[in-house]
């Protein structure tokens, strides 16, 4: 079955009609193109499941992740950008501050090949060189081929637009890039991870070890992405959202547990940051409905929205979405 909902729980796409050879999956494939469609436009967030991606490596890279944050604050801090690095985010580790009311620190990784990330060799404590956890092949084999690109390609489709599009939005791929994060116990007092939000980016790819606490806004109501062995989570961010000017980048949330560290790794697909982002004419003049955002550049939009991060404003209405270009 290509989808399923179960209870509120995520829609699942069965990807395995776009891993086979032949035309004989021509129907299943069609199929599962229309359960994300549908995820899409009521959900924005869906799990994959038969992507594959081995269970093996997605395992591997949460213990290396896990492995890296146990190490002691002064070996975690040697794992920042390169200097005089171009690259279009922070590469490397931080800690929300304070003050924030996220509860959470994370290490930002772009692909090595591009020389933005510094790393120790074999930091103290730490079994293997850390450039394991953020290898190219990591980073490849996880989420480019076969997820990304597939997804990718899945949602050219469903919106209608020209083969290759969406591709062509995303030029070198160097505005792509990986966050492993680490989650602290709730407390007595609050148990906030990450407060609810939209990625402002293409498409989001997410691996979560057991602990679970991500929930996705449905209807009004907290639905909870629990964790599923082998599974997935992917959800639209804004550009698509804008793109379309319909289609959903879901709220979601972390919440903490009790008495657990949580550990995830997101992959975020981006479009290169001198794109230029604006409904398109498909979803507007085309079919006589007017733009709800204005036009903005991306980079620049990415820039705010790190900002919230590393200087989280006091006032929740002060934070920068996309309602920033709202019409």
């Given at each position: 079955m290509a989808?399923?909902k ?18 004989e ?8 193109t229309?359960a ?8 924005g967030?869906?799990?994959v ?5 081995p269970?093996?490596?997605?395992a ?7 492995a890296?944050?146990a190490l002691?604050d ?8 390169v ?6 985010l922070?590469?490397?580790?931080a ?5 924030s009311?996220d509860?959470?620190?994370y ?10 990330n510094?790393?120790p060799?074999?930091?103290t404590g730490?079994?293997?060189?850390l450039?394991?956890l953020?290898?190219c092949?990591t ?11 597939l997804?990718q390609?899945?949602?050219n489709?469903c ?11 995303n ?10 994060l ?6 007595a007092?609050?148990n ?10 293409c498409?989001?790819?997410v ?6 606490g ?7 109501a907290?639905?909870?992405a629990?964790p599923?062995?082998g ?14 000017n ?11 547990k009790?008495a657990a ?13 001198d794109?230029w982002?604006e ?15 204005g036009r903005?550049?991306?980079k620049e939009?990415q820039?705010?929205?790190?900002r919230n991060k590393?200087?989280?404003p006091s006032r929740?209405?002060?934070?920068v ?5 709202a019409?």
């Open positions: 989808a399923a179960n209870g509120g729980a995520l829609p699942v796409v069965d990807l395995a009609p776009f891993l086979t050879t032949g035309d999956g021509g129907i299943a494939r069609a199929t599962a229309g994300v469609r549908e995820a899409c436009r009521e959900y967030f869906f799990r499941v038969n992507h594959g991606v269970a093996e490596l997605m591997r890279v949460l213990e290396l992740s896990a890296f944050f002691p002064e070996e975690k801090a040697k794992v920042r950008s200097e005089g690095s171009e690259a279009p922070a590469a490397g580790y800690r929300q501050p304070a003050h009311a509860k959470n620190e290490l930002l990784a772009f692909d090595p090949q591009l020389g933005f510094r790393y060799h074999k930091p730490f079994r293997l060189d450039k394991a953020v290898s092949d980073i490849a084999n996880i989420l480019d081929p076969p997820v990304g690109v997804i390609e899945i949602l489709e919106m209608g637009l020209p083969p290759g599009f969406l591709k062509e939005y030029g070198d791929r160097s505005f792509d890039f990986m966050a492993a680490r989650y602290f116990p709730a407390t007092e609050e906030n991870g990450i407060s609810e939000h939209q990625d402002g980016n498409i989001t790819f691996l979560q070890d057991g602990v679970g991500l929930e996705v806004l449905k209807d009004g907290w639905v909870p629990d599923v062995e599974s997935i989570v992917v959800n639209l961010g804004d550009v698509i959202q804008v793109l379309t319909k289609m959903k980048s879901a709220t979601h949330r972390v919440v903490r009790p560290h949580r550990h995830s790794l997101a992959f975020f697909f981006n479009i290169h940051g794109k982002v409904p398109l004419p498909e979803y507007t003049e085309k079919i006589g409905e007017a733009p709800r955002y903005f550049l991306y939009y820039l705010l929205r790190m590393t200087h989280p929740p209405e002060d934070v979405d996309i309602k920033h270009y019409i």
